[in-house]
């Protein structure tokens, strides 16, 4: 049973474009929804987000959390070939966080 | 660099052997994470401790075990090696176990032969 679902599996872009990641999960009375960056090794972390509507900035990065509708995007601007990774969404229990299989973004010069 | 550090970064063994993965922690975390990579399954958590206490497990086989020390560093232990156990495993850790994002280490590749 996934309780973490992101979409689209995968995609290609060409720099300079702007790509948005989903992820949705089916469960209620999580505590906090958290964004991950997975190049080749660590996934980094990105974002954390608690609150329903408030949107978070890094950059050309932008997440905001829909806790009525169940789901998160994650935003990036104008994209570049160093953005090309895997994209995690994990949400945090008490003592477990339950990890998305994540999309993986390429982008091409 | 997160400031987790896990060794050995490579480790290649064959089938019923037993290995120790080992993690350190960020200086100040006191959770630590165990999670398994592997290419069709994603992250998948192991086990969780905290302060020395093992607090939540997940899908962890019994031929897997862990413990954290009290200097907050933890091993994973594996044992009767089988060819699905290659992956990829994480330790993570975090300041608190409440809203605190973890920090992961560069993981451990583990291949069984």
């Known amino acids: 049973e996934d309780k973490v679902v992101q979409s689209p599996l995968s995609l290609v872009v060409h720099e300079g474009d702007t790509v948005t990641l989903n992820c949705s999960y089916e469960v209620t009375n999580f505590r906090s929804l958290l964004w991950y960056k997975q190049e080749k090794k660590a996934p980094t972390f990105l974002f954390m987000l608690?609150?329903?509507?408030i949107e978070k900035k890094s950059g050309r990065l932008s997440s905001i959390l829909d806790k009525k509708e169940l789901f998160s995007i994650l935003n990036i601007t104008a994209t570049q070939t160093g953005d090309s990774a895997i994209y995690l969404c994990a949400v945090e229990f008490p003592n477990q966080f339950y990890f998305g299989t994540g999309t993986s973004l390429t982008v091409i010069p | 660099d997160s400031g987790v550090t896990q060794t050995p970064k490579h480790l290649i063994t064959a089938t019923g052997q037993r290995v120790t993965l080992r993690c350190s922690p960020r200086s100040g975390d006191l959770s630590v994470y165990w999670y398994q990579q592997s290419l069709d399954q994603g992250l998948q958590f192991l086990i969780q401790?905290?302060?020395?206490?093992?607090?939540a497990k997940g899908n962890i086989l019994e031929r897997f075990s862990a413990q954290q020390f009290p200097d907050l560093h933890s091993e994973l232990n594996l044992s009767s090696l089988e060819l699905g156990d290659s992956a990829l495993y994480f330790c993570?850790?975090?300041?608190?176990?409440?809203?605190?994002?973890?920090?992961f280490g560069n993981g451990t590749r583990l291949t069984v032969t």
């Open positions: 401790y905290y302060n020395g206490e093992e607090r």
């Open positions: 608690t609150s329903s509507g």
């Open positions: 993570a850790s975090s300041v608190t176990d409440l809203n605190s994002p973890l920090h």
